[in-house]
T-cell receptor, first 112, second 116 residues
Framework: ETGVTQSPTHLIKTRGQQVTLRCSSQSGHNTVSWYQQALGQGPQFIFQYYREEENGRGNFPPRFSGLQFPNYSSELNVNALELDDSALYLC???????????FGSGTRLTVV | AQTVTQSQPEMSVQEAETVTLSCTYDTSESDYYLFWYKQPPSRQMILVIRQEAYKQQNATENRFSVNFQKAAKSFSLKISDSQLGDAAMYFCARENSGGSNYKLTFGKGTLLTVNP
């Protein structure tokens, strides 16, 4: 049983640029959720994807967008990067309504 | 906003001793799930223990147990026989199930240090 894999592990971008983060879900899981974890804080829910559709969204602006593919892997896209977007981005896969989440090791994004 | 509060930013414990991490939460739901996650320097969130709110019995996983007080909305984690490998950031989380959307709301975390 494979776990959740995120890429890249680290990334440095310039303010105003766009970034794409990737997540491969655990085998058998059909739902992917993305979280933003600022330094010294707990993770904050960005959005969730189920069967390739957005299935709930947190308090993040539209420049945060995502995709889920038929194999249940997912991408998080952030446009017009701001300094405050610097954070650890965590992906978690699950089976919808099964109350169990497997997290990846995250992508550390630094915006300069 | 429904919140999860961890009032202890840092805790320390001697190896082989017992430590309790506190967590309180609010919710308007009657049935929900609560979690404790461990985040070591490797950054991956690792599930420590899970509690279903409709179950009165406190969950236990080896050296880890919880004290779940539903009326008080309290969910503390007890680590017995602490080991050096237990040192990490610990997050309490509540699962919201708004319709078909399941998401986790996390506290700010407690940094646990284990002293040899």
């Amino acid at each position: 049983e494979t776990g959740v894999t995120q890429s890249p592990t680290h990334l440095i971008k310039t303010r105003g640029q766009q970034v794409t983060l990737r997540c491969s879900s655990q085998s058998g899981h059909n739902t992917v959720s993305w979280y933003q974890q600022a330094l010294g804080q707990g993770p904050q829910f960005i959005f969730q994807y189920y069967r390739e559709e957005e299935n709930g969204r947190g308090n993040f602006p539209p420049r945060f967008s995502g995709l889920q593919f038929p194999n249940y892997s997912s991408e998080l896209n952030v446009n017009a990067l701001e300094l405050d977007d610097s954070a650890l981005y965590l992906c978690a896969s699950s089976l919808l309504s099964h109350h169990g989440y497997t997290f990846g090791s995250g992508t550390r994004l630094t915006v300069v | 906003a429904q919140t999860v509060t961890q009032s202890q930013p840092e805790m320390s414990v001697q190896e082989a001793e017992t430590v309790t991490l506190s967590c309180t939460y609010d919710t308007s739901e009657s049935d929900y799930y609560l979690f404790w996650y461990k985040q070591p320097p490797s950054r991956q969130m690792i599930l420590v223990i899970r509690q279903e709110a409709y179950k009165q019995q406190n969950a236990t996983e080896n050296r880890f147990s919880v004290n779940f007080q539903k009326a008080a909305k309290s969910f503390s984690l007890k680590i017995s026989d602490s080991q050096l490998g237990d040192a990490a950031m610990y997050f309490c989380a509540r699962e919201n199930s708004g319709g078909s959307n399941y998401k986790l709301t996390f506290g700010k975390g407690t940094l646990l240090t284990v002293n040899p």
